[in-house]
C-alpha cells in the first residue's frame, strides 16, 4: 500500500467501571500507589519528563463512576463539546502530512528517530489543538497541562531530533533497552484523544510540583502563625478593629441612627458608658438605669460594632415575642444598610442551627426560650466561637422562675464554652447586683439618669403627697384633689380616677395601671361615662380608621368596649385581646390618635409606651402586693423625652395599705437569686441533661466543674441549705438514670462516665420539658398504632401543650355538642386517648359518673377541639364566642401549640420509631404559627404583619414577599389605610430580610 493510500485508523477505548488502581501513574505519590519504597528510582518524576511518553507508556486510566464514557461527547473540565472532535480531525489531517512527506508505511515508528518524530507529531497536533483555546478560559488545574505542553512543543521544534525523552529513566540507553522491552500494543499508538483523557486523569491526581521539604516547612509556619494568632486573641481580644468615629463605626452608622430613628446626639451617660475601658477590651458588662433612660441604644452600638469590625453574630435576647418582632422590624433597616442579616426566633421560627453564611454575620434576635435552644445547637456544631456578642435585656429576670433559670443556663453555657463571646446585661432594676458580677465575671456600670425627671404620688382620700424617701413619713404633703363629684359620681369612682386623668387628657398623655384584666375595661368604659362631648370631636377622622382597622382584624367584629371608648381616644390593654389589637391599640397610642390606656401590669414590661401621668389603680397584682421591681416599672412610663419636661407617678392608696406603700417606695431593690433549685429543681435537672447530651460533661467531676460557673454556686449558702450542691447533683444524676434518660457507667478506676439516651437526647434538643418527657414518649408511640390521618384532629392533639390543661375548664354542654360533631372516625379517635363520648354524654347531663376518669387527656381533647374548630375556620373571633373563651386565651393557645409543635417536631426527628411525624407535623407547625389562609402565610413571614394587614396587602396587589420587598414604602403608605410612612418602611425593610434570610446556603 503506498503512502498516499495509507489509511489511518484511529480506535476510541470505551470507559468501564474498574477498580481504582487503574488510576495510579507514576505521577501518583508512592504512598498511595504502594510498589517501590522511598529511595527508589521511581519515587518521583524528573524535572525535565514529556507528556508524549507518558501518554505512550501509561495505559489509559479506565476507571469511571458513571456508566457513561468519562468524557463522552461533553468535556466538564473545558467545557467545550467540539474539543474532543477538533483533536480526532486535527490529529487525522497531521498524520496524512507527515506520512505523505516522509513516506510512513507503519503506524509506529521502529527506531528512536521516527519516536522522536511521533513525539513531535504529538506536540504539534496538541499545539494547534489547544490554538483556539486560550489559557484564560482554562480551569486552574488545567493550566499546567498547558504550559507543559506548549514547552515540549518548543522545544521540539528548536532542537530536531534531539528530542529529550519525559520517561523516568536517565539514560539513551536505558530508554532504548525500555522500549524494546516493552510490549507493544496492536496499533503502532493510541489516539490523541485517548492519550489526553490519560493525562487529565494524571494531571488530577498528581500532586502539586512542590518538594517535601517546602511543604514541611510551610506546615512549620503556619503552625507558628496560629499559635501566634491565638496568643494574639488571648492578650489582646479586647481589640476591635476601628472602622470609624462613630464610638469605632463608620459614620454612614451615625446618619442612620438619625435618618431612621431620629437620634442626632447621645446622652452623656451613653458616651460614657462606651468609652469605659471595661467596653473597649470587650470585658462582659452589667448596666443598669432608669425606664427610659437609653438603655437600649447602647446595646445596639455594641452589636453592630461586633457585626461590622469583629465580623462576629450576636444574640439579643427579649422576654416577649412581641419584643423581638419590634426589634427585628427596627433592627432591619440598619441591616439592609449595612450589609448583616437580622434572624427572628420567636415561637415556631428559628433554624437550629442557624444557616452558616458565607459573607454576612447575623443578628439573633430571640426570646429566653428560643436563645438557649440557640446556643444549644450551635455548642452541638461546634460554632459557638462564631458568636461574639450576647445581649440580655431584663437582665433582673434571672430571678423569675423557670424563665430565670433559662437565662442562667444559656449564659452559663456561654462563658464555660466560649472564652471570646462578650456578654452584656441591662436591666432598670437590679438588687444584688455583686452576686451577678461574680456570675457573669462582669464590671459595672450604674446611672440614675432620666431624660425626663419623674416625681412620685401617692393619692390617700382626697389628699395627694410627694414621695420623699429622706422623709421620716416617707410621704409630704402636696396638694388637695379639687374635682366636683356628685352623689352618682362618688358611687362610681371613689378613687377618683376620673378627677387625675382629666387633669392631663385630652392634651396630654396617660396610663392608668389596673390589678386584673377586667377591671382595666370597667375603668375605661367608667370614665368615657363622664368624659364631655369635644373629646370626641378630637382626630375623629383617624378614631374613624382606628374602628374600622380593628373591624378588619377581628372580621367584622368589634369589642363592644372598644367599640364604646375608641371615639373618646381611650381603650384598654391586656392579654384578653389579640395580638392584632394590641398592636393596633399601641400604634394608636404612640401617634396621640388615643390618649389613655388602662392596662394590665404587663405592658409595663413590654413595648415602650410613654406618658405624661402614669396612675396605680392599686397596689396590688391580681392579689398579691406590688413588688419594688414591678412599681419601679410602672412608674418607670412617665416622662415622654422629647415631648415633656416632666413625667408623674400617681399611686391610690386605701388606708390599709399605706404602711406597706411606704416600705414599697423607699425600699431598697429586691435581691435576684438563681431559680435552678425553683420547683424542686427542675431547671437543674433540665441544666445536668443538656450538658451530658452536649458533651460538655461526661463525669460528675466535670459536671461540678461546670456548676461552679453558675450563679447557683455563687449562692449555694443562700439556696443549698438542707442538702450542699454536690449531693443534689447526685441525687438528679440517679433520677435521669431512673427516667431513662441517661446511663451510668462504672468504669475501672472507681469514677462514673456519664452519656445520654436518645430519649434523654430528644428531651433536650426539643427543649421538651422533663416533666412531660415520659408521657409524650407515651402519647406519640401509642398514636402510631392508630394514627387518624384523614383529619387534623389526632394530631392536634398531640401537639396541645400539656401547660395549659390547667387552665382549662371545659363547659360540658359545648363540650358534647363540638364531640357531636366530630365524624365516626374522629370520635373512636378521642376514644382511644381515653375520651368516650358516654363519659362527655353524663357530664353534660349532670350526672355524676362513678367510674374514675383521668381528667388531664379529657382538659386535652376539649383545648384540642378549640384548635381544631380553629384551623377549620380560621376566625379567632368566632371560634372564641363558640367555646365562650377570650379572644386572647384562644390567641395564646394557638400560639404556645405552635411553639410546642415545634419541639415535638425537634423531639421525634431524634428518634427513629417517630419518622412518620416528621413530615406530618413540619406542615402542621406551618398551620398552626400563623392559622391563616394559604395564600396569606408568606406575608405573614414578615415581623410585624398581622392577618388583617397581609389581607390589606394581597388585595392591594402585594401577593408575595418579593412584591413587598420591592415596593416603595411611600406608594405602600398611600395605597394601605391606616399604614404610616415609617411602618411602611419598616414592612418593606422586614421583607427584605427575611427574602435575604430564606435563600442564602451555608458554606
Not at 82 to 92: G, I, R
Not at 279 to 298: A, C, D, H
Not at 558 to 585: D, F, I, M, N
Not at 781 to 794: A, I, V, Y
Request: with cysteine; net charge neutral.
Amino acid at each position: 500500500m503506498s503512502s498516499g493510500q495509507q489509511e489511518i485508523q484511529i480506535k476510541r477505548v470505551s470507559s468501564r467501571k474498574r477498580a481504582r488502581d487503574g488510576l495510579k501513574t507514576h505521577l501518583t505519590p508512592a504512598r498511595k500507589r504502594g510498589g517501590s519504597p522511598p529511595g527508589t528510582q521511581h519515587e518521583s518524576c524528573p524535572k525535565n519528563w514529556k507528556l508524549s511518553s507518558i501518554m505512550a507508556d501509561v495505559p489509559a486510566a479506565e476507571f469511571c463512576s458513571d456508566s457513561e464514557d468519562l468524557f463522552g461527547d461533553y468535556d466538564s473540565l473545558l467545557e467545550d463539546s467540539s474539543l474532543l472532535a477538533k483533536l480526532d480531525v486535527a490529529e487525522q489531517i497531521e498524520r496524512q502530512r507527515d506520512v505523505q512527506r516522509s513516506g510512513f508505511t507503519s503506524l509506529r515508528p521502529a527506531n528512536d528517530a521516527a519516536a522522536a518524530c511521533e513525539d513531535l507529531l504529538t506536540d504539534s497536533i496538541l499545539d494547534e489543538a489547544f490554538e483556539d483555546s486560550q489559557q484564560p478560559y482554562l480551569p486552574a488545574s488545567q493550566h499546567q497541562f498547558h504550559q507543559q505542553v506548549q514547552e515540549d512543543a518548543q522545544r521540539s521544534r528548536l532542537h530536531g531530533g534531539d528530542i529529550k525523552t519525559s520517561t523516568p529513566l536517565r539514560d539513551a540507553e536505558a530508554v532504548r533497552r525500555h522500549e524494546a522491552e516493552r510490549p507493544r500494543p496492536p496499533t503502532a499508538r493510541r489516539s490523541m484523544t485517548e492519550q489526553l483523557k490519560s493525562t487529565m486523569l494524571c494531571n488530577a491526581s498528581a500532586p502539586s510540583a512542590v518538594s517535601r521539604a517546602a511543604e514541611m516547612k510551610e506546615a512549620v509556619v503556619s503552625e507558628e502563625i496560629s499559635v501566634a494568632m491565638q496568643a494574639m486573641e488571648t492578650v489582646s481580644a479586647a481589640e476591635t478593629t476601628d472602622l470609624g468615629p462613630f464610638f469605632g463605626l463608620p459614620t454612614k452608622v451615625k446618619e442612620l441612627m438619625f435618618n431612621l430613628r431620629g437620634i442626632e446626639k447621645l446622652y452623656e451617660w451613653q458616651e460614657t458608658c462606651l468609652s469605659l475601658d471595661c467596653v473597649q477590651r470587650r470585658k462582659n458588662l452589667i448596666y443598669s438605669l432608669p425606664t427610659s433612660g437609653g438603655k437600649t441604644l447602647v446595646a445596639e452600638i455594641l452589636v453592630l460594632r461586633e457585626l461590622l469590625c469583629r465580623k462576629k453574630d450576636c444574640l439579643f435576647i427579649l422576654p416577649y415575642i412581641s419584643l423581638v418582632q419590634e426589634k427585628v422590624r427596627g433592627l432591619a433597616s440598619l441591616g439592609l444598610a449595612l450589609d448583616f442579616m437580622v434572624e427572628e426566633y420567636a415561637g415556631s421560627k428559628g433554624r437550629f442551627p442557624p444557616v452558616k453564611r458565607r459573607n454576612n454575620r447575623s443578628a439573633f434576635v430571640a426570646t429566653i426560650e428560643k436563645g438557649h435552644s440557640l446556643v444549644n445547637s450551635l455548642i452541638e456544631s461546634s460554632r459557638i466561637q462564631d458568636l461574639g456578642l450576647v445581649v440580655v435585656d431584663e437582665l433582673h429576670m434571672l430571678g423569675d422562675g423557670s424563665r430565670g433559670a433559662v437565662i442562667e443556663m444559656t449564659l452559663a453555657k456561654v462563658l464555660y464554652m466560649s472564652k471570646s463571646t462578650q456578654i452584656i446585661g441591662m436591666s432598670a432594676t437590679l438588687g444584688n447586683i455583686r452576686d451577678l458580677q461574680t456570675f457573669l465575671k462582669a464590671e459595672n456600670y450604674t446611672n440614675d439618669f432620666r431624660p425626663v425627671q419623674l416625681k412620685e404620688y401617692v393619692k390617700l382620700n382626697d389628699t395627694i403627697y410627694e414621695v420623699d424617701p429622706k422623709e421620716e413619713e416617707c410621704f409630704r404633703f402636696s396638694r388637695p384633689l379639687n374635682f366636683k363629684y356628685s352623689s352618682s359620681m362618688q358611687k362610681m369612682d371613689p378613687d377618683h380616677i376620673i378627677a387625675l386623668v382629666t387633669e392631663v387628657i385630652p392634651t396630654h398623655s396617660c396610663l392608668v395601671f389596673c390589678p386584673t384584666k377586667k377591671n382595666c375595661e370597667n375603668v375605661a368604659a367608667m370614665i368615657c361615662k363622664y368624659l364631655k362631648e369635644e373629646f370626641l370631636r378630637l382626630r375623629e377622622a383617624e378614631k374613624g380608621v382606628l374602628l374600622r382597622a380593628l373591624r378588619d382584624s377581628g372580621n367584622g367584629s368589634v369589642c363592644p368596649v372598644l367599640r364604646r371608648t375608641v371615639p373618646y381616644g381611650l381603650a384598654y390593654h391586656h392579654s384578653g385581646l389579640t395580638s392584632e389589637e394590641r398592636k393596633l391599640v399601641e400604634e394608636a397610642y404612640s401617634s396621640g390618635v388615643l390618649c389613655l390606656l388602662a392596662c394590665t401590669s404587663t405592658l409595663a414590661a413590654g413595648i415602650n409606651l410613654p406618658a405624661r401621668r402614669v396612675i396605680l389603680r392599686s397596689p396590688y397584682v391580681a392579689t398579691d402586693f406590688l413588688k419594688r421591681s414591678q412599681y419601679k416599672q410602672m412608674v418607670g412610663r412617665a416622662g415622654r423625652a422629647g415631648i415633656d419636661t416632666v413625667g408623674e407617678s400617681i399611686l391610690i392608696l386605701q388606708d390599709k395599705d399605706t404602711k406597706m406603700a411606704k416600705t414599697l417606695v423607699s425600699a431598697p431593690m429586691e435581691n435576684c437569686y438563681s431559680n435552678l433549685m425553683h420547683d424542686e429543681g427542675k431547671g437543674l435537672l433540665s441544666l445536668i441533661l443538656s450538658l451530658i447530651g452536649l458533651n460538655i460533661t461526661t463525669s460528675l467531676e466535670q459536671m461540678k466543674d461546670f456548676l461552679c460557673g453558675t450563679l447557683l454556686f455563687v449562692q449555694q449558702k443562700q439556696l443549698c441549705v438542707e442538702t450542699s450542691l454536690t449531693e443534689t447533683v447526685q441525687r438528679l444524676v440517679g433520677l435521669l438514670e431512673d427516667k431513662h434518660l441517661i446511663t451510668v457507667t462504672t468504669e475501672s478506676h472507681g469514677g462514673h462516665t456519664l452519656q445520654v439516651t436518645k430519649l434523654g437526647r430528644a428531651t433536650y434538643k426539643g427543649s421538651v420539658d422533663l416533666s412531660y418527657s415520659e408521657v409524650l414518649y407515651r402519647d406519640l408511640s401509642k398514636g402510631l398504632e392508630g394514627l387518624l390521618l384523614n383529619s387534623f384532629l389526632h394530631l392536634v392533639y398531640l401537639v396541645t401543650p400539656y401547660d395549659m390543661i390547667a387552665q382549662c375548664k371545659p363547659d360540658w354542654m359545648l363540650f358534647f355538642r363540638q364531640f357531636t360533631l366530630l365524624s365516626v372516625t374522629e370520635q373512636k379517635m378521642s376514644a382511644a386517648v381515653g375520651v368516650p363520648e358516654s363519659f362527655i354524654a353524663r357530664k353534660a347531663a349532670g350526672q355524676t359518673v362513678r367510674k374514675g376518669v383521668n381528667m388531664e387527656p379529657v382538659r386535652r381533647m376539649y383545648l384540642a377541639l378549640v384548635l381544631f374548630s380553629l384551623l377549620k375556620d380560621t376566625n379567632l373571633w368566632s371560634v372564641a364566642e363558640r367555646f365562650q373563651l377570650s379572644r386572647g386565651f384562644v390567641q395564646s393557645l394557638l400560639s404556645s401549640s405552635s411553639a410546642f409543635c415545634s419541639c415535638v417536631l425537634h423531639f421525634t426527628q431524634e428518634l427513629e420509631e417517630l419518622w412518620p411525624f416528621k413530615a406530618l407535623l413540619t406542615e402542621l407547625t406551618r398551620r398552626l404559627s400563623y392559622c391563616v389562609k394559604a395564600e396569606l402565610i408568606p406575608l405573614m413571614e414578615v415581623a410585624g404583619v398581622m392577618e388583617s394587614r397581609a389581607k390589606q396587602l394581597y388585595n392591594a396587589g402585594y401577593k408575595t414577599l418579593s412584591h413587598l420587598a420591592n415596593a416603595d414604602p411611600a406608594v405602600l403608605s398611600n395605597t394601605i389605610e391606616n399604614l404610616f410612612k415609617k411602618q411602611a418602611n419598616q414592612i418593606v425593610a422586614s421583607a427584605k430580610m427575611w427574602s435575604l434570610c430564606v435563600p442564602d446556603v451555608a458554606e
